[in-house]
């Protein structure tokens, strides 16, 4: 199978390349990124002379070359996005762009030569909103609070309607939070695990009781493999490890691992239309798909830390943002 990854130097993208090209040799990747916020080529390092590998650099809003592509392959899986929610605040245009438009550019590119090609949209949990209570299924409707997941929503809709109106082989994944290696400075964990390094005030927006669900990002690779393999057009497949954790609970365990006191811990204004707690239902997948997550939180969280101990020239290029604008949702001018 050859399939086309879009947004293969991040960390959800770069994951996936590396899984597949490890789990599955017959599999044949070509990975188109831009090389924006939030990729890294470094995260593919050694990865470059596969013969079964191949990287361009382009950006997904493109169609003369989105067009090119698609119609080389049996498969597209849309990992690219504009992700931090942050930012989405100060700028929302670029996710609008990235995000929906980008989507768009890749539904029509299928519909117009390559009909038979598999498309699988990687969608997040955030696209539901806020779970006051229970966990959100498969037929909870979108309801997005900011304009991250609200160009994730959109683009969810996109595809769905082309689903059901061109006949398209497309199904949606919406996961949890992903955690593990490769992941830019700019999220939770490894935000923590660098300023604790650096004997840093660690920023909680709040009073830290904010919940997130959290899933290992192998897991999430599997995840999309199996949807890849037996999903069904039309269909939408939560991934989740039911991992919910406050996050001044998460950043207490990594200061906990580094020995750092946790007196650190400084808690910020909150950022606007914060939601309180996500939680998924991923029964869905598990039962019609037979997919389950292997690893436990603990010792995925404790490996995690440790890569990043091991691998400060890896995160040292990024990590002058973290330091001096732990925050940046308030760069874009709103206070």
């Known amino acids: 199978m050859k399939v086309l990854v879009t947004g293969g130097l991040g960390f959800i993208g770069s994951s996936f390349c590396r899984y597949m090209l490890t789990e599955h040799p017959d599999c044949e990747l070509i990975n188109i990124d831009k090389i924006g916020i939030g990729a890294n080529p470094a995260n593919l390092q050694g990865v470059d002379n596969d013969k079964r590998y191949t990287f361009i650099k382009g950006d997904i809003c493109n169609p003369q070359l989105i067009n090119r592509l698609v119609h080389q392959v049996d498969a597209v899986i849309n990992i690219a996005a504009e992700t931090h929610v942050d930012r989405s605040i100060s700028d929302p ?11 768009f550019t890749i539904l029509e590119a299928i519909r117009r030569h390559n009909h038979k090609a598999r498309f699988i949209q990687v969608s ?61 400075p700019e999220k939770l964990i490894p935000k923590t695990i660098i300023r604790a390094l650096r004997d840093l005030p660690i920023p909680l927006y709040g009073k830290g009781q904010n919940i997130r669900d959290w899933l290992y990002v192998t897991d999430h690779c599997c995840a999309i493999n199996t949807v890849l393999k037996d999903g069904k057009p039309g269909e939408i497949y939560n991934i989740s490890a039911s991992n919910e954790i406050p996050n001044i609970e998460i950043v207490k365990k990594i200061l906990t691992q580094l020995k750092k006191p946790q007196t650190l811990i400084t808690f910020v204004e909150d950022r606007p239309g914060h939601d309180l707690r996500y ?26 830390v440790e890569w990043y101990l091991q691998n400060e020239r890896w995160w040292t290029p990024f990590a002058t943002d973290v330091i001096l604008h732990p925050t940046p949702w308030r760069i874009g001018g709103l206070h």
Not at 93 to 103: D, I
Not at 147 to 173: C, E
């Open 93 to 103: 245009n670029v996710f609008l762009q990235n995000n929906t438009v980008g989507t």
């Open 124 to 184: 997040t949990d955030e696209v539901y909103g806020e779970a006051l209570t229970g966990s959100f299924t498969e037929n909870t409707p979108p309801k997005p609070s900011n304009p991250y997941s609200a160009s994730k929503a959109a683009a969810d809709m996109f595809a769905l309607s082309y689903q059901r109106t061109y006949g398209l082989n497309i199904t949606l994944t919406r996961c949890t939070n992903n955690f593990g290696p490769y992941q830019l």
């Open 279 to 304: 939680s998924l239902d991923s029964q869905k997948i598990q039962t019609q798909l037979n997919w389950k997550p292997k690893a436990g939180f603990e010792d995925s969280l404790t490996s995690t």
